[in-house]
């Protein structure tokens, strides 16, 4: 995708990074150039609640936003979008067809979430934001297909943008921005999350052509040794023989999941293991909750959005919902099969937490954690009781210490691209600077270490939360 013809230069332009600048939390910024302010995501952070949980908007309280670009509708990118909205309600809305289609559920869900989460006592924070404000941002939504430059209206000359292709999930995008000051053109890319290579259902991401003036890009896995390492062709087959291997014992495996993205891959892989005869067509494999939903909106895009198939349906996967009933819930539990339920991390309230407290104890199941696990998470506790050795495991602290006895395995199926990929990204488009953001403060470092080396010698800027920088 070219980034386009004209004089390249260097106007001014302001940024500002309003969300956690030393963690992976609530992703936003702010650009300001020839009187347009543009945010780039508006997220929250998914392990805090209540005000606690969003970018600090107080620092542009006195400025307008035009318009809001967002790149995909995981929480910590989107989470915060109706509160900035409610601020700023003359802005509008960009992103692509897929991703306004998966906001339309994720955000409602959300407000259903907080508030159930205040009502029950997990937490003491009211909503900060509505189902109805939620559901009446479709009215500021503008939608636009990847790869087709569009312009918004600004005070002085013109901003053209682009949303390139980003693989990471479903309706995922890059931002790339072209400032035109009469003769001279600036060229801003924003990587946003984003996956070189192909996963299970959708393929690696596109990226523009150098020149480009300013880089924003993630940093996630910087400080990710291993994840440089990893293979995925082999993590597959390590991931098929170690489900074979479980409910050959009759064991059933638990694999928690984030609702997006993750749970569809999963379920695509499992399905690509029944097809080659590995995985025995009468084991079940269940699933529940939010990510039926979102199977459902990966399924309608399925022909206007990249994919490495696009006959593959995520509901053509043979699944059973997993029951209601305390007793049904047992009893399947009690025979060899496949969970598929969230949340990824584990957490306490959540169905693959109460799973988890049901398998831990019996050394014929198996919990599988395929995602990125915080160390504090109920899924964090086990990979590191697992690592030291430990008898026991506490998964709900209502709940307390359980016997460490099932077999617990890690698999690395990141939607990120790792820090080496992302080095080679920046020298291909040959940036004069590098902003990093969206990670914690050791990757960030790497990346600027690994930065400096390139021929090109980019000036390499990690700004602090609320910091403005000239780029």
């Given at each position: ?74 929480h ?45 006592g ?58 035109r ?16 290579h ?35 062709s ?28 993750r749970?569809?891959?999963?379920l ?134 359980q ?5 617990v ?63």
């Amino acid at each position: 995708m070219a980034a386009g013809n004209g004089q390249v230069g260097s106007s001014t332009i302001r940024f500002t990074s309003l969300g956690n600048t030393t963690d992976i939390g609530a992703s936003c910024h702010i650009l300001r150039a020839d009187g347009i302010t543009v945010a780039l995501d508006a997220g929250a952070d998914p392990n805090r609640d209540g005000p606690e949980s969003l970018p600090t908007f107080d620092a542009i309280k006195r400025l307008e936003i035009d318009h809001v670009l967002v790149t995909h509708a995981h929480h910590d990118h989107i989470g915060s979008l109706p509160v900035l909205m409610e601020e700023f309600p003359q802005a509008e809305v960009h992103l692509t067809g897929a991703t306004r289609n998966l906001a339309d559920h994720v955000l409602p869900a959300s407000a259903r979430l907080q508030r159930r989460k205040f009502y029950e006592g997990s937490s003491r924070y009211p909503p900060i934001f509505s189902e109805d404000q939620a559901f009446a941002l479709s009215s500021k939504y503008r939608t636009h297909p990847y790869g087709i430059p569009f312009s918004v209206p600004t005070r002085k000359d013109k901003l053209e943008i682009t949303f390139c292709y980003s693989g990471h999930i479903l309706g995922a995008a890059g931002v790339l921005l072209r400032y035109r000051n009469g003769a001279r053109v600036t060229n801003v890319f924003y990587t946003s999350d984003t996956c070189m290579h192909a996963q299970s259902i959708i393929p690696g991401g596109e990226y523009p052509r150098s020149p480009i003036d300013v880089l924003v890009m993630e940093s996630t896995l910087g400080a990710d040794e291993e994840a440089e390492r990893v293979v995925r062709s082999q993590e597959i087959d390590r991931f098929r023989g170690d489900l074979v291997r479980v409910l050959g014992r009759d064991g059933t495996v638990l694999i928690p999941v984030f609702a997006l993205g993750r749970a569809q891959e999963i379920l695509a892989l499992l399905d690509s293991f029944r097809q080659s005869g590995h995985l025995a067509w009468d084991i079940p494999i269940y699933t529940a909750g939010g990510l039926r939903a979102v199977a459902g909106i990966y399924d309608s895009t399925a022909g206007t959005t990249p994919r490495l198939n696009k006959g593959f349906k995520v509901f053509g996967v043979d699944q059973r919902r997993f029951p209601y009933g305390d007793r049904a819930k047992r009893r399947v539990l009690g025979k060899p099969g496949i969970h598929v339920v969230t949340s990824g991390m584990v957490f306490a309230n959540t169905l693959s937490n109460w799973i988890a407290q049901q398998l831990v104890e019996h050394e014929r199941h198996a919990i599988f954690l395929v995602g990125y696990c915080k160390e504090d998470s109920p899924g964090g506790h086990l990979l590191e009781a697992v690592d030291c050795g430990a008898d026991g495991v506490i998964l709900d602290k209502h709940i307390g210490m359980q016997p460490l006895c099932c077999e617990v395995q890690r698999y690395r199926f990141s939607g990120h691209s790792h820090r080496r990929d992302l080095i080679k990204l920046a020298s291909s488009l040959c940036p004069s600077t590098v902003v990093l953001v969206h990670g914690e403060t050791s990757a960030r470092q790497w990346m600027a270490d690994g930065l400096a080396s390139l021929p090109s010698r980019p000036t390499v800027l990690m700004p602090r939360e609320g910091e403005t920088i000239d780029v």
